[in-house]
């Protein structure tokens, strides 16, 4: 069946500094989905991406699919405290039945 | 606009009792989705409903576990038989149309077997 795997599973970062998750399904996806989820919180939908190649930036952050529809990237840039929290991807099926990746947990440092 | 709304917050069972819960939607959405998430861990799909029909339940265990989406009133999900391994956090989700679109989670019920 479908497995969506995300690395880095733990992302410890300097406020200021940039990082990247990224997100790997073993089939080809329909869309992918993003989502953050803040300590003791719910997720919540952070942005779909649905075209071979898409890219799209919301202030700091950038999500990017990949050509073959199998992976796709978040890069953040200038970290603040804010960001911190569990970033998960979701990759959705010819179904549109969405399958979790296990998320990036953000720690970040002042 | 109410988001999805989720209760009980947090449930304490005892071992052997019965959990039931509850999910309202999002004002206009009629696809409800179940999942499971343990501690440090990511989100399990259990099972997808439309109003009266159960569409997809391939994440659900075969025993003990069953929801429902009655024409009126939240969707409930039952854990009869509580044992420790239940204990996690439960969130419902829903989206106005069927899978594909981004989903709004409710806040979670947290169960705890003791």
């Known amino acids: 069946g479908q497995q969506v795997m995300q690395i880095p599973q733990y992302q410890h970062v300097q406020e200021g500094e940039d990082f990247t998750t990224y997100c790997n399904s073993s089939?080809?996806?329909?869309?992918i989905q993003w989502y953050k989820q803040r300590p003791g919180g719910h997720p919540v939908f952070l942005i779909q991406?649905?075209?071979?190649?898409e890219v799209k930036k919301q202030k700091r952050l950038t999500f990017q699919f990949g050509e073959a529809k199998k992976n796709s990237s978040l890069h953040i840039t200038a970290t603040q405290t804010t960001d911190v929290g569990t970033y998960f991807c979701?990759?959705?099926?010819?179904?549109?039945?969405?399958?979790f990746g296990a998320g990036t947990q953000v720690v970040v440092t002042p | 606009n109410a988001g999805v709304m989720q209760n009980p917050r947090h449930l304490v069972r005892r071992r052997g009792q019965e959990a039931r819960l509850r999910c309202s939607p999002m004002?206009?959405?009629?696809?409800v989705y179940w999942y499971r998430q343990l501690p440090e861990e990511g989100l399990k799909f259990m099972v997808y409903?439309?109003?009266?029909?159960?569409?997809?339940e391939s994440g659900m265990p075969k025993e003990r576990f069953s929801a429902e989406f009655p024409k009126e009133g939240p969707s409930i999900l039952r854990i009869q038989q509580v044992v420790r391994g239940d204990s996690a956090a439960y969130f419902c989700?829903?989206?106005?149309?069927?899978?594909?679109?981004?989903?709004?989670f409710g806040s979670g019920t947290r169960l705890t077997v003791v």
């Open positions: 989700a829903s989206s106005p149309r069927d899978r594909g679109w981004g989903y709004t």
């Open positions: 089939t080809t996806l329909s869309n």
């Open positions: 991406l649905v075209k071979s190649g």
């Open positions: 979701a990759g959705a099926d010819s179904w549109g039945k969405l399958q």
């Open positions: 004002k206009g959405h009629s696809h």
């Open positions: 409903l439309q109003k009266e029909n159960i569409i997809d």
